[in-house]
Nanobody
Framework: QVQLVESGGGLVQAGGSLRLSCAAS????????MGWFRQAPGKEREFVAA????????NYADSMKGRFTISRDNAKNTVYLQMNSLKPEDTAVYYC??????????????????WGQGTQVTVSS
């Protein structure tokens, strides 16, 4: 069992930055692929980024490449999402997720097993 708690969301102006954190509890944290998804109002939840257990392999949605960086610290049981050059269209609730290795190369929300409660990110123009 893995429990996930996100933090770091908030209100930021366009062009600004935020760093989201996801604190995990559970003995299997280090063996899970960790990911971030987001859901904007009226839209389906979409994949943002994922990282494997060692941090050596990552995957990003095309629209986030070059702006977002996912990382993890297994000693702290925490995964991070550094978001730079934020745009109003990045406004969404951001969710942390954990799942099996498949989540890295098949980042579908149906593959994720554990979810956090979400943190709101609002980017003003």
């Amino acid at each position: 069992q893995v429990q996930l708690v996100e933090s770091g969301g908030g209100l930021v102006q366009a062009g600004g930055s935020l760093r989201l954190s996801c604190a995990a509890s559970g003995r299997t944290f280090s063996s899970n692929v960790m990911g971030w998804f987001r859901q904007a109002p009226g839209k389906e939840r979409e994949f943002v980024a994922a990282i494997n257990w060692s941090g050596g392999s990552v995957n990003y949605a095309d629209s986030m490449k070059g702006r977002f960086t996912i990382s993890r610290d297994n000693a702290k049981n925490t995964v991070y999402l550094q978001m730079n050059s934020l745009k109003p269209e990045d406004t969404a609730v951001y969710y942390c997720a954990a799942g099996p290795a498949r989540l890295l190369w098949d980042p579908d929300e149906a593959v994720a097993i554990y979810w956090g409660q979400g943190t709101q990110v609002t980017v003003s123009s």
